[in-house]
């Protein structure tokens, strides 16, 4: 039973790992993630500036949503990366900043349609949203 | 009157059946495949029906609960393992339930996480301690109907209906195989949560089921999971048609409840949260009593709601242990959403080990006499054995090659 126990926490660890070095594979993912923060935020601002949402929803997902873009840029920024990606995972890594300071922006104004309308255009442009 | 009783109570299990790991899989599945994975969804919700109609069965007619069960059919020292495997799920299920609570107080009313946690443990205590069983079930079964919202949110997304209706016939269209059994593994797993059946079995116990309670047995298990189902498939379209085309990734609950705010506005997002916070309020209620029921049936503890907690001491203080250990669990700051992920997949690796002495007990024509199982229980209850054990083998290698799903 112990035996299995370990095993389980072994697998927990190893999945849960989300360090190491970036390739073009954890580039691929990382960026897909952030695009999808982006989009995700351009939602919620729409509706922030349709009036459609709640002031402490507005303001709690926004944050959410740039906490994780913020941790995004700074492990691509810390993290080994290969060689000939490194000019990339540094762009990305800006954008990854570019969208959480959009997002933050958001959540300091949760009620405000006029800065909602406008931040929305920009993640959709950021996260390249369809 | 009794039908009156019964459809309250089915109301009520429609309302309970979703727990923070439907909400998480079945909107991540249909953000990442569209509709393509909701056959598995029916196949965990017949699975979910034919397990615990019986233990349902098992217990009105020897009332015996689950881990009464598991003990008497396996010994002690294999039954231990078994309930230290439960326990840990549980544990888990419970921290990331809680977790679950405490974002969606945050998310209604903005108060910090870490306060909400502690507010949330102390409201559930004080249910647990107060709420008679039958009204447990009840509130949080009737506000869970909240849920219902994302089926309007999901008709409102105008999804496309032929792929919808494709979506309930196995196929495979994608260049990522692995992902797509990681997810049909996560959906079973969720629709299949063990917690659930021991919560199920320990009820009718304590309710003192007896044989002529197994039509009520049926009804419940089969109208209150098989309509709960139907909250699921809602869950999936509408992440299917709102967050697949855009690429969104829906990591959080609040990318959730957005599902219903997107097509119907403050009204779907009040709705969503509320039936969120109640469909995990009530999963929280039902996996802590659940931890107690399991540790008390198996060392022949005195348990039950309804004894006083001077009439079962240890019994009482399990749960509020449980309480207290799955506080400490979302203080460290888990993401409860990834928590959830873990639990599913733990609890799909754990399922085998107590829907095998139930099946057996089920089957055992000398220890249920005519309520043993029938023909169709029987294929039916070995088909999903078989099922079980596959996806059980397989549960954590597809966690690992798929890196928690993240592809």
Same mark, same amino acid.
């Given at each position: 039973? !112990? ?7 072994? /697998? ?13 594979? /954890? ?5 897909? /993630? ?42 691509? !920024? ?51 949203? !369809? | ?11 009520? @299990?429609?309302?309970? +059946? ?22 598995? &969804? ?11 109609e019986m233990?349902g069965r098992v217990a009105a007619a020897?009332?015996?609960?689950? +881990? ?14 078994? $309930?230290? @495997? ?36 102390? @409201? ?11 009204? $447990?079930?009840?509130? +949080? ?22 792929? &919808? ?24 797993? @969720? ?6 059946? %021991? ?5 009718a116990?304590?309710?003192?089921w007896t044989p002529k309670d197994l039509g009520l047995n049926r009804a419940n298990a089969m ?20 967050? $697949? ?28 949260? &509320? ?61 409860? &959403? ?24 089920a089957?055992?024509?000398? %220890?249920m006499g005519a309520h043993a199982?029938g023909?169709?229980a ?30």
């Open positions: 039973m !112990s035996r299995v126990l370990l095993l389980l926490v072994g /697998a927990a660890l190893l999945t849960a790992c989300n360090g190491g070095t970036v390739d073009r594979h /954890a580039l691929k993912q990382d960026s897909d /993630a952030i695009d999808s923060l982006a989009c995700e935020g351009a939602l919620l601002a729409r509706d922030v500036a349709k009036g459609r949402s709640t002031l402490y929803f507005a303001r709690v997902h926004a944050d959410e949503l740039a906490v994780r873009a913020s941790h995004f840029g700074d492990a691509l !920024s810390d993290r080994p990366t290969l060689e000939p990606i490194r000019a990339k995972v540094r762009d990305e890594a800006r954008k990854a900043g570019r969208i959480a300071r959009l997002l933050d922006e958001l959540h300091r104004h949760p009620a405000d349609g006029g800065v909602a309308e406008r931040l929305r255009p920009r993640l959709e442009h950021e996260g390249d949203c !369809s | 009157m009794k039908i009156f009783q019964i459809a309250l109570g089915i109301l009520a @299990a429609i309302g309970g +059946f979703v727990d923070i790991g439907d909400l998480v899989f079945n909107v991540a599945a249909g953000a990442t495949f569209g509709y393509q994975l909701l056959w598995v &969804v029916v196949i965990g919700v017949v699975g979910i029906i034919v397990y615990s233990c020897s009332n015996k609960a689950v +881990f009464d069960v598991v003990r008497e059919r396996v010994g002690f020292r294999a039954g231990l393992g078994t $309930l230290v @495997a439960a326990q840990i799920v549980n544990l888990m299920t419970l921290a990331a339930e809680i977790g679950g609570i405490a974002i969606c107080l945050q998310l209604l009313s903005g108060l910090p996480y870490r306060w909400l946690i502690v507010a949330a443990i102390v @409201a559930l205590a004080i249910v647990v301690w107060v709420t008679s069983f039958d009204w $447990l079930e009840r509130i +949080f079964g009737y506000g869970g109907l909240c849920l219902l919202a994302f089926a309007v949110a999901a008709v409102k997304l105008r999804p496309d209906w032929g792929d &919808v209706a494709s979506g309930y016939v196995p196929h495979l269209e994608t260049d990522d195989p692995l992902l797509y059994l990681y997810f049909a593994v996560g959906l079973l797993g @969720a629709a299949m949560t063990p917690y659930e059946v %021991y919560f199920y079995s320990s009820g116990v304590e309710e003192e109208i209150g999971y098989g309509l709960g189902g139907f909250l699921s498939f809602a869950l999936m379209i509408t992440g299917g048609a709102l967050f $697949l085309n855009k690429g969104i990734q829906p990591d959080f609950l609040g990318s959730i409840a957005l599902g219903a705010e997107v097509p119907l506005g403050k009204i779907g997002l009040l709705l969503a949260l &509320v039936g969120i916070l109640f469909a995990v309020g009530g999963a929280s209620i039902d996996t802590l009593l659940s931890g107690a029921y399991n540790l008390a049936q198996f060392l022949g503890w005195e348990w039950g709601r309804y004894r006083s907690a001077s009439g079962a001491p240890r019994f009482t203080l399990t749960w509020m242990v449980l309480l207290v250990l799955a506080l400490g669990i979302v203080m460290t700051g888990v993401d409860p &959403v990834q928590l959830t992920e873990y639990a599913v997949v733990f609890s799909v690796v754990a399922l085998p080990l107590t829907y095998l002495p139930i099946l057996l007990v089957n055992d024509r000398a %220890y199982n023909r169709l029987n294929v039916l209850g070995v088909v999903y054995l078989f099922v079980i054990l596959a996806v059980s083998a397989s549960a954590i290698p597809l966690m690992i090659l798929t890196n928690v799903g993240q592809g």
